[in-house]
């Protein structure tokens, strides 16, 4: 696995710890259709929580949030939609959240978490 693919891998395992550590349950991880991939799809039992996860290990290219520009938060809500509909979810509260991790090396791994950021 390439140095980068692990990175990523780390820190969506690390963002799924620190949601579930809140109560949220996680529905999906890495779902795809052919728009695209959901990082993580969870619930806080009010609402479905669809949480883009984006991993740096170092902000040299800014901070790892930075990277969830206006289309692709649009393309996460045309594959929130594909979800919805493989899921038969006909309608419920949606919020769409970033997790930023920022994993330097030697340095304490950081979770910054985004709620209803787009």
Known sequence: MAAKDELGRRGEDL?????TQRGLVVLSRNWRCRD?????????????????????????????????????????RRVTQAWLAAHQVR????????LAVLAEPGRPVTVQHYEAAF
């Open 15 to 19: 963002a799924v710890e620190y949601l």
């Open 36 to 76: 695209g991939e959901l990082d993580v799809v969870a619930t806080d039992q009010e609402r479905l929580v669809v949480c883009e996860v984006k991993t740096r290990s170092g902000t040299r290219y800014g901070e790892p949030a930075e990277a969830v520009d206006g289309r692709k938060a649009a393309r996460i």
């Open 91 to 98: 309608w419920c509260e949606i919020r769409f959240d970033v």
